[in-house]
């Protein structure tokens, strides 16, 4: 980490200095006035959704958002990716979990209320890899991975292409929900930005330090680096009485990424796009008693009056892509390698393992343990190649565009075993608790080095028929080495009814092959239920618990994916898009509910293993997710500025329509999805979800004003009936910002999130997934907060 944050140090003072002291011209880049930029946002070439260079959002067969980044990034008031989009984009869900594992150092996010896993995410057009952890706790993405989308700095986007659409046949697994490509800048100038914030409370401290260079090269080509460095403070709303520590956890990210394009002849081009962060985090795992825990779970010696143990964890994530692109003949051909990292370590601190406290004092000993262990952790590696062709027919109807390709990716998972004291039993059944309290580490039996791979072919046509009617057509085959093949399709339509009206819809099918973290991630962690601590081991796929209970080998998901919709222009001014959706999804992988030492099958197993309960991922539900997505955009002089109105709605339902129980299982379809995962896979998110924003813009002042509504959520409870489900009433809150533009090159930001200090729905805490009176939902539970952030652009 510090390493990386020298090298961000001298990449910011570079830019803060300007690349002109240094001896290099950079061409600076031509001011635009806010009517110039609006009218290209209108007309922007997008990657995801159509493989044509020459159509805009609004002529697609399938709903795209094109998402400008130049003002949250650079007068926003979140400070990372994830939080960005979540109060931009209705049908985006990105919660911050707390009480969670690992769940709560890395920001899971998906598309219309389904899992983190089932959106693909794409960077400058490439598969971005996703992170190691799977997330088992939290009110969402349970037994979900997904990518982390703060690994990559604000200032370094251009803009965030969203597809409202399922597009497995065009773009291969994850992309069920939709695909999200980020766009990179890569133009000529230098800026930066530095922020600040916190809670209301007084804690929660964000400091933002980020800055952007782009200088060209020979033959015109460009190079952009972007450096950042981001400290996110401890928040804490656990109240006067209660130990522990709820809220946001403590981050530092250091992030550099770079990002250019070389053309090497007259039709042929270079391009290359690396990234890397460290980051350091850290969370407040449940407290441990200074009374009822000892000795089970607590030292007299060391913690008489309780303790909190922290879960700290070192994040590197590393990725780079290498292409090149040019003309072959009349298609365009790129060939390119996209390579992508992420490691997990933990670190538990303030903590002990109890059973070596106790070894320690039945030996004669006051009852010590060490109080901070290596706890392992794990790793996932994405190798991806891609050679695609594409070729406009300008003769063919009325023109048609072909492309077609082919990838190989190979992918590696790995889990590493802590150190001895994080995992042992040093005073044998009966006695203290195994492994570090809070965090116990991962054992020798746990650590596995997996792979596979896969290839994939594809085309996709994109056929102009008549001068109004737009026909798109997919197909994709898949090979994966560890569970076989599959085939899908898509066919989207869009027709102009009027110049003002375009109606659209299309019908695809999907799949998401199960991810290696689903198939092999074992631990045996400790988990709360009803505020008392129980082990509960996460058994792989394949193993030996997971075969004793009779739960069959992880396979795809299949999905059927309708959407229908229309764009309605009526004047330049005014701009509306209403699109329906319905997926269903087949064998989906979901965690099970939990096996107890009960179970006929395995019971004895798990009391020889020493633990309490046992869960499982299994193919064991299928589910139908409908929804509608509606969008108004309208701008107009009032008095002498300009107001821009924006009102964005998803209203979502999850529903899971059949539950597959092994032969096994028959009849116990309420152990292998109890209804309290069936409504964190169904309520996860709000059902409903709308932002209405205010724009105005007068002279040298801009000022913004943004509410927010988050529907309802139903979670449920440990006890079940007749105890009743946890119900959050829908929320709503506000947030406001003034800028003050001291030239087109420097302005300041000023303003308030949730000014209106909301929080969620009190719950019972005992019922609580984190043992809290608020869980982590809607819009999370800190309240109020305030930012300031300078730009200047050199």
């Given amino acids: 980490m510090d390493t990386l944050k020298r090298a961000i140090a001298v990449a ?3 830019v803060a200095g300007g690349f002109t002291a240094a001896g290099i011209a950079v061409a600076q880049e031509t001011q635009e006035t806010e009517e110039t930029q609006e009218a290209a946002r209108l007309d922007q070439v997008f990657v995801v959704g159509s493989r044509r260079a020459n159509v805009s959002a609004a002529d697609t067969p399938v ?16 400070v990372d990716l994830a939080q960005t989009l979540q109060y931009l984009t209705p049908s985006f869900n990105s919660t911050r979990q707390t009480g969670a594992d690992g769940a709560d150092l890395i920001d899971s996010a998906a598309l219309r209320g389904l899992g983190s896993d089932q959106t693909l995410v794409l960077v400058n057009g490439k598969r971005r890899h996703t992170v190691a952890l799977v997330n088992l706790f939290g009110a969402r993405n349970r037994g979900n991975t997904g990518t982390d989308l703060n690994t990559i700095p604000l200032l370094a986007i251009d803009r965030v292409e969203i597809l409202r659409d399922g597009a497995a046949a065009q773009y291969g697994s994850d992309a069920i929900a939709g695909v999200m490509n980020i766009a990179l800048k890569r133009r000529a100038g230098c800026e930066s930005t530095a922020g600040y914030g916190q809670y209301t409370r007084g804690d929660g401290e964000n400091w933002l330090l980020s800055g952007y260079c782009g200088f060209e090269t020979a033959r015109g080509g460009i190079v952009a680096l972007t450096g950042e460095y981001l400290d996110r403070g401890r928040s804490d709303r656990s109240g006067p009485d209660n130990p522990r520590t709820i809220g946001d956890s403590k981050v530092e990210n250091a992030t550099l990424f770079l990002n250019g394009e ?41 913690y008489p009056n309780g303790f909190v143990p922290f879960i700290n964890a070192d994040v590197d994530d590393r990725s780079g892509t290498l292409g090149v692109r040019g003309y072959l003949g009349e298609w365009m051909a790129d060939l390119s390698a996209t390579t992508g990292y992420n490691r997990m370590l933990f670190r538990i601190t303030n903590t002990l393992n109890a059973s070596i406290a106790n070894a320690d004092l039945l030996a ?8 901070a262990f290596d706890a392992g952790g794990f790793s996932f590696r994405q190798n991806t190649v891609n050679l695609d062709f594409t070729r406009y027919f300008d003769g063919v109807m009325q023109g048609m565009n072909v492309a077609f390709g082919a990838e190989y990716r190979h992918e590696n998972y790995e889990i590493y075993a802590g150190e001895p004291g994080s995992y042992i039993d040093a005073d044998g059944p009966g006695g203290g608790n195994a492994g570090s309290q809070g965090f116990p580490g991962f054992q020798p039996g746990d650590e596995t080095d997996s792979t596979r791979s896969n290839r994939a072919a594809y085309i996709d046509v994109e056929t102009q028929f008549t001068d109004r009617l737009t026909v798109a057509t997919a197909a994709r085959f898949e090979d994966y080495s560890d569970f076989g093949t599959t085939l899908d399709g898509k066919l989207a339509l869009a027709f102009r009814a009027t110049d003002a ?17 689903q198939r092999f991630f074992s631990s045996t962690f400790t988990d709360f239920i009803s505020g008392v601590p129980v082990d509960v081991l996460l058994a792989p796929n394949g193993g030996t618990v997971a075969n004793a209970a009779g739960i069959p080998a992880l396979t795809e998901e299949t999905s059927r994916s309708f959407t229908a919709g229309f764009t309605w222009a009526p004047t330049d001014e ?52 409908r929804g509608l997505d509606l969008t108004v955009a309208h701008r107009t002089a009032v008095g002498d500025g ?95 910002a003034v800028t003050y533009n001291f030239s087109e090159n420097t302005r300041l930001t000023v303003g308030g999130a ?30 109020a907060s305030w930012f300031v952030r300078l730009w200047h652009r050199f």
């Fill in 501 to 517: 009206l375009l109606l659209r819809g299309s019908a695809s099918t999907g799949f998401r092959a199960p991810s290696l973290q």
């Fill in 574 to 625: 005014l701009t509306v898009t209403v699109d329906a959706y319905r997926i269903a999804i087949d064998d989906r992988i979901v965690l099970s509910g939990r096996f107890d030492t009960d179970d006929p099958n395995i019971g004895g197993i798990l009391e020889g293993l020493g633990v309490g309960e046992a869960q499982f991922f299994v193919n064991s539900v299928d589910t139908r997710t």
């Fill in 63 to 78: 709903p795209i958002d094109v998402i400008d980044f130049d003002k949250p990034a650079t007068r926003g008031l979140q």
């Fill in 642 to 736: 300009v107001l821009s109105t924006f009102f964005a709605a998803n209203f979502n339902r999850n529903e899971v329509t059949r539950i597959h129980a092994p032969p096994s299982l028959v009849g116990r379809e309420d152990v292998l999805l109890s209804e309290r995962e069936r409504l964190f896979i169904e309520e996860g998110a709000p059902r409903r979800k709308a932002t209405l924003g205010f724009d105005y813009s007068l002279g040298a002042w801009d000022s913004s004003l943004k509410i927010i509504h988050f529907g309802p959520q139903t979670l449920g409870t440990f006890s079940g009936p007749p105890v009743p489900n946890a119900r959050y009433a829908a929320k709503t809150s506000a947030d406001v």
């Fill in 364 to 371: 004669g000993g006051r009852g010590i343990s060490p109080d």
């Fill in 12 to 14: 910011l003072g570079v």
């Fill in 262 to 302: 070389q053309p090497l002849t007259d039709n042929a081009s270079v391009y290359f796009t690396a990234g890397i962060q460290q980051r350091d985090a850290s969370s407040g795992a449940f407290a441990r008693d200074g009374d009822e825990d000892i000795p089970s779970r607590n030292s007299a010696a060391m």
């Fill in 754 to 783: 949730n000014v209106f200090d909301v929080f969620p729905t009190r719950q019972d805490p005992d019922e609580t997934d984190n043992g809290h009176v608020f869980d982590s939902v809607q819009f999370g539970l800190n309240g």
